[in-house]
Structures are given as C-alpha cells and as structure tokens.
C-alpha cells in the first residue's frame, strides 16, 4: 500500500550505471527530502544518501542521488558485487503525516 | 558511537499486547534535534515505518496503526519503548529502532523478530 513506486528489480553488470527511479507525489517527494536506504541480506538498512542527493561520509561517490518533482532516483555507477542488495527510496509525506517507504528494489549483479 | 539495541518477547500471542524497549548507548537520548522511531519489515516485505518520538515526548504514528500503537520514551534510562495492542497474525515482522535525524535513519538496531502466534 505503499504511495512511493519503485521497480522491483534492476540489475547490470559489474561496471555498469544501474538507476533506480522513486515515484511519489506533491504530498511527499514533491514537498520533503527523499533519502536512501540500502539493505544488504539479514541487516538492518543504511542510509545511503539524504536529502536528495547528499552522501554520508563513507559512502562510495559511486552511489548518487537526484530529485525532479515528485520523483527521485537513485544511480549506482560502477557496480559492484557487493552492491547486490536491496534499496528502499523514503519520504515524510505532509497528508498522512507519516514516513513512508518504497516497497523497495532488488538489485542484482550478474 | 551511538549504539541502539531492540528487546522483548519474540513471541506474543493473538490479541495480546507487543511490548519493545530500544536502549540507547553511546549517547544521550535528548541530545540534538533527533527523532526516535521503530520500523518493522514483514518477512521477504518492505519496510513500513510505525511512528517516531521525539526527547520532549512528541509522537507521530503510521495512521494505519495509530489506534494500536504507544511510543513512549523514558529519558532516565535512555530507553524508548513501543507497545502494539490487540495484535494478531500479520504483525509478525522485524522490528528495528532507528535514530532519525536531518540525514535520514543514521542508527538502527540490529532488528528483533516478533511472531505472533498462540
């Protein structure tokens, strides 16, 4: 029931620019900062960039994120292995006063 | 460096009330302008974000839980807590507490499973 959309899977090649889109509305992304959660298998998520488009100290410049409207993207250049995971994209959204999360993207490497 | 740590009962049975602590280490719970919150995620399911609380005892919650859900903070013991009534079967998830600040959830707990079953 989630009102932020997210594909559910992406995937690429080591090396390869993978770009995962975050669709919301004027209520939550049009309005708020969207951040990035990446969740690696049996961890608890990280964030992975904040306000849009700003990173963390310690994380790779590989990982960048952009925001147009009421959508947000996530790129990942360069892929790596260990990017396998999954990827949340988040809002504060001003009509349900609540934090919502996309349902979420797998992303493999093959 | 923060540290934050999930406790209480992995098993709570149907209509009963789910009870969590989240014991914060490394730091003051009413330091800074943060926002303590729990986040659950259903088995192979996404995150869904269950309500937050802030040092002054300001709440928000998920409008599809609020009538259930109780945050509460207890700042002598840098410890805030989540209660879930009446739960049943589809409450069965992980539940994390996270620190939230301006750049996002910067500290989460290891997560704790909860499974309600009689």
């Known amino acids: 029931q989630s009102v932020l959309t997210q594909p559910p899977s992406a995937s690429g090649t080591p090396g390869q620019r993978v770009t995962i889109s975050c669709s919301g509305s004027?209520?939550?992304?049009?309005?708020?900062?969207v951040n990035w959660y990446q969740q690696l298998p049996g961890t608890a998520p990280k964030v992975l960039i904040y306000?849009?488009?700003q990173r963390p100290s310690g994380v790779p410049d590989r990982f960048s994120g952009s925001k147009s409207g009421a959508s947000a993207s996530l790129a990942i250049s360069g892929l790596q292995s260990e990017d396998e995971a999954d990827y949340y994209c988040?809002?504060?959204?001003?009509?349900?006063?609540?934090?919502?999360f996309g349902p979420g993207t797998k992303v493999t490497v093959l | 460096q923060v540290q934050l740590q999930e406790s209480g009962p992995g098993l709570v049975k149907p209509s009963q009330t789910l009870s969590l602590t989240c014991t914060v280490s490394?730091?003051?719970?009413?330091?800074?302008?943060?926002?303590w919150t729990w986040i659950r995620q259903h088995p192979g399911k996404g995150l869904e974000w269950v309500g937050h609380?802030?040092?002054?005892?300001?709440?928000y919650y998920n409008p599809s839980l609020k009538s259930r859900v109780t945050i509460s903070i207890d700042t002598s013991k840098n410890e805030f807590s989540l209660q879930l009534s009446s739960v049943t079967a589809a409450d069965t998830a992980v539940y994390y507490c996270?620190?939230?600040?301006?750049?996002?959830?910067?500290?989460w707990g290891q997560g704790t499973l909860v499974i309600v079953s009689s």
């Open positions: 609380i802030s040092y002054g005892g300001n709440t």
């Open positions: 490394g730091g003051s719970i009413i330091s800074g302008g943060y926002y």
């Open positions: 996270a620190r939230e600040e301006d750049s996002g959830y910067d500290y």
């Open positions: 004027k209520f939550n992304i049009g309005s708020n900062a």
């Open positions: 988040a809002a504060w959204d001003d009509s349900l006063n609540g934090e919502l």
């Open positions: 306000s849009n488009n």
